[in-house]
Each structure stands twice: as C-alpha cells, then as structure tokens.
C-alpha cells in the first residue's frame, strides 16, 4: 500500500475544487478541504464578489460546512452571512473586509488542513 503525502492529498483537494465536482468515495477531509478550496481560491482571484458570481449557491453551503469541519468557524459563519445578504441593502462591507484580512493573514487553510490531518488523518485517506 502506497501512502499519499500531506501534499498529494492537498494537492488532490485543489484538483477536485478547481473541478467543482468530488469523485464518490472520496474520503470526507479530502471532499470537505476541496469544497472549502474551490470558494477560498475564488475570494483569493477576484473577492467575495467574483466568487459570489462563478460559484452556486450550494457550493458556498459545502464550504462553510468545509470551513466549519477544519475549524475555522468564525471564517465560517463571516462567509455565511454575506453570502446570504450580498447585494441586499443590509450588506456590511466591513465585514467582507474581516473576511477577507481573515483568509490572507498566514496560511489559515493549510493551517486548518495540518491541524486536522493530525488530528483524523484516516478522513484524508492517510
């Protein structure tokens, strides 16, 4: 039995997000980190408001759950309620900024990844 590296497995979730679509039998922390990855590389491209526009509603509900399974829960629950109320009068733009000082300040992802992989290495099939 081959074992995948930390960087395959990552590597392997930026495949499916970049996709949009994770293959059935995926192990969970692999589907969860790809959901997670197609929305954040999307904020990296463009801001929330060009993500807000490629990617389906549904995607972004995967992803705050992706969010929320790696820990990253204030991140979380920031991504939820503007995407619930982008381009309604009640948008809080600060809080679009949080977010996004949030996701650019180190590495949170890769971060949240290591922390759960050495935590449930067996939901990333290592």
């Not at 979730?13 to 589907?31: F, K, L, N, Q, R």
């Not at 526009?53 to 399974?69: L, Q």
């Amino acid at each position: 039995m081959v074992t995948k590296s930390l960087v395959d497995v990552f590597n392997e979730a930026v495949d499916y997000g970049v996709e949009g679509a994770v293959p059935v039998g995926t192990p969970v922390g692999v589907a969860k980190l790809s959901h997670v990855l197609r929305v954040f590389n999307a904020i990296m491209s463009g801001g929330l408001g060009f993500a807000v526009e490629v990617i389906e509603p549904d995607e972004f509900k995967r992803a705050v759950e992706g969010f929320r399974y790696l820990d990253l829960v204030e991140v979380a629950n920031l991504l939820a309620e503007l995407v619930e109320s982008y381009g309604s009068s009640d948008y809080d733009f600060r809080k679009e900024e949080i977010l996004e000082h949030a996701l650019n300040v180190g590495a949170p992802v890769n971060d949240a990844f290591r922390r759960k992989v050495s935590e449930v290495p067996s939901d990333f099939g290592v």
